[in-house]
């Protein structure tokens, strides 16, 4: 019951607070209100899900550093004077579209995820023993190929930085 | 039930009281010990030997005229300085602050909550506190502040990578994230079986993490978000009375907590050496090692102290070198070796 009631605030917080962060109009208070966003998600994996680890580690690199750097670049730029950016209506039509089909996509790929959670073998994900041994045996493959994707997502970023450097 | 829930409520009372004590005097402390290295008196005129000085700062800060900047964001403006105090609070949860004390029969565990990830929820809410430095310095609508606030958030993020590798290396070793776990693996004269501190088996580890700390501190001689002769006051320039108090007061509760994790996890937490051997009962050992935890941190405090009295701050080039270009592979090469040496005495 308690975990139910938990469940509709953190939800709550979080489409609340996700929608705060579209409309708001100074981009820093965006950021701070994605930063409470990614707090009530986390909230749901520590408190519903009982995955310690995940809402933990999802505190330490979306709230603790992606979004320190978002903060960072912000102010450098001093993008806080409350300016709306208008975009052509193409590009605000294009953006609509895709993000659409990237929903499509995200909950399409959500889909079959529900017999995957019989694999732990027990429902104490919080224990990093058991996540580190499905991860390293049955999911070898996908963690290995996501991290070579991480990987190139570094490279690239620090091609382009130095590019922009040089020329 | 109820008794260990009024248990827990004295508990959790206690660490509050004990940070804030702690860290009043540590002010104190890093007067007299700034005026002995200057071959200086220090604070002397409240009470016997100044020892009521903090009080008296403490009520000139409540008196002070509260100034809020004009054109900064008001709510932002007080956020900073409350997240920044609240973040340094709460590390104190997951510290075992002793072993186990018995009460009637029933084992009371003298920390609060042993959450089984207890290293990781410190690197989360280490990594929140930047935000009450980041926060208030954009607030203040001032370019030293916010200067100050960019440097402090780059230096954090730098330094809590190698930290975090650093740890990594112990964590491989003990096979546990819990700060518990980690304790009782350097218990000491366990019936004759003898685990050693684990500063023993990693020096490099615990180097990197005290290199990291004093960063992660905004301590001296990696001070420079609050550098006076480059930014006037850095994040703080224009915070007044009691909101500049929360931020060089959660700076001390900063320092004794960090004192506290590194005695934890190096130097046997509230282990000492023969505390099984010496024939005592339970409960005058737990007290016993509490002591003994509270002694070591003390040690680190004054440590810390006696590096910002002896080292000049770094430039803000060196600082970045230092972490990125020294810190980080060093501790990747650690790490590399300890991997190594596991899997050789494993086999």
């Known amino acids: ?167 | 039930m109820m008794t260990l829930l009024l248990f827990k409520v004295i508990l959790v009372v206690a660490v509050f009281a004990i940070s804030l004590f702690m860290a009043a005097y540590s002010t104190y402390a890093e007067r007299k010990v700034a005026a002995f290295m200057q071959d200086r008196l220090g604070p002397d005129r409240a009470g016997p030997f100044g020892l009521l000085q903090p009080l008296a700062d403490g009520v000139k800060l409540f008196m002070k005229e509260e100034i809020t900047p004009e054109v900064s964001n008001k709510f932002l403006f007080v956020l900073g300085p409350s997240l920044f105090m609240i973040t340094a609070l709460m590390t104190g949860v997951v510290i075992p602050w002793g072993d186990l004390l018995n009460i009637d029969g029933v084992n009371y565990s003298l920390q609060i909550t042993d959450i089984n990830i207890g290293i990781l929820y410190v690197f989360g809410v280490v990594s929140i506190g930047v935000y009450g430095i980041m926060i208030g310095g954009w607030a203040s609508n001032n370019k030293f502040s916010l200067l100050g606030a960019i440097r402090a958030s780059a230096q954090m993020i730098s330094y809590e990578v190698a930290m975090g590798l650093s740890i990594i290396a112990l964590v491989m070793m003990t096979g546990t994230l819990s700060l518990k776990e980690i304790s009782q693996f350097q218990a000491g004269g366990m019936e004759g079986s003898w685990n050693f501190w684990n500063v023993v088996y990693q020096p490099f580890s615990f180097l990197i993490f005290l290199i990291c700390a004093f960063a992660e501190c905004n301590r001296a001689p990696f001070d420079l978000p609050e550098c006076e002769t480059e930014l006037v006051g850095g994040y703080h320039t224009e915070f007044s009375s009691m909101k500049l108090g929360l931020y060089l007061f959660a700076e001390y509760i900063n320092m004794f907590i960090s004192a506290a994790i590194i005695s934890t996890l190096f130097f046997g937490g509230y282990n000492f050496p023969f505390m099984h051997d010496l024939g005592l009962s339970q409960n005058a050992i737990t007290i016993l090692g509490t002591a003994a935890l509270f002694s070591k941190i003390i040690f680190f405090i004054f440590f810390f102290m006696w590096i910002r009295w002896t080292i000049p701050r770094f430039r803000y080039d060196q600082l970045m070198n230092l972490g990125w270009k020294g810190l980080l592979p060093l501790s990747i090469l650690n790490l590399l070796i300890t991997g190594a040496v596991i899997l050789i005495f494993s086999k």
């Open chain 1, 1 to 167: 019951m308690l975990s139910q009631y938990l469940f509709y605030f953190l939800s709550f917080l979080a489409v609340i607070s996700a929608l705060l962060v579209v409309f708001s109009k100074s981009s820093v208070q965006s950021v701070l209100w994605l930063i409470v966003t990614l707090f009530a998600i986390s909230g749901h994996y520590i408190f519903l899900l009982n995955a310690e680890f995940l809402g933990v580690v999802q505190v330490i690199v979306y709230a603790g550093a992606i979004m320190v750097l978002f903060l960072f670049v912000i102010m450098f730029l001093n993008l806080n004077q409350e300016v709306e950016a208008h975009k052509p209506a193409v590009l605000k039509f294009a953006a609509t579209i895709s993000s659409g089909l990237l929903l499509i996509i995200i909950i399409g790929s959500l889909k079959g995820s529900e017999q995957l959670g019989t694999h732990v073998g027990s429902n104490d994900f919080s224990s990093i023993k058991n996540l580190g041994r499905v991860l390293f045996k049955e999911f070898l493959f996908p963690f290995e190929v996501s991290s070579v994707l991480l990987l190139i997502a570094m490279v690239g970023a620090v091609m382009l930085g130095k590019s922009e450097k040089e020329g």
